[in-house]
Nanobody, 124 residues
């Protein structure tokens, strides 16, 4: 089992920044590719960003490319999502997820473990 706990969400004005953290415990964190997803009310959960388990290669949804940065610290068993130039359409509950694989996936069904989510609200 892997337990994931997100933090860092909140209310921010458009153009502002937030940094989300996801702390993992349980099994070896470095064995897992990690992903960030988000879900807005009435919408499906969507992929935001992912990072490979070892070399740190990253992947982004087109909607966040150039604004968001995913990173990981395997020594701290933590993955981060730095969000800059936030827009009202970024408002959602953000989830981190762990996939027992080398690379992340865009399909949420491919992930083995999920955090409880953290709310991000961007006001206009």
């Amino acid at each position: 089992q892997v337990q994931l706990v997100e933090s860092g969400g909140g209310l921010v004005q458009a153009g502002g920044s937030l940094r989300l953290s996801c702390a993992a415990s349980g099994r070896t964190f470095s064995n897992y590719a990690m992903g960030w997803f988000r879900q807005a009310p009435g919408k499906e959960r969507e992929f935001v960003a992912g990072i490979r388990r070892s070399d740190g290669n990253t992947y982004y949804a087109d909607s966040v490319k150039g604004r968001f940065t995913i990173s990981r610290d395997n020594a701290k068993s933590t993955v981060y999502l730095q969000m800059n130039s936030l827009k009202p359409e970024d408002t959602a509950v953000y989830y981190c997820a762990a996939r027992f694989a080398l690379v992340p996936a865009t399909d949420p069904e491919e992930y083995n473990y999920w955090g409880q989510g953290t709310q991000v609200t961007v006001s206009s």
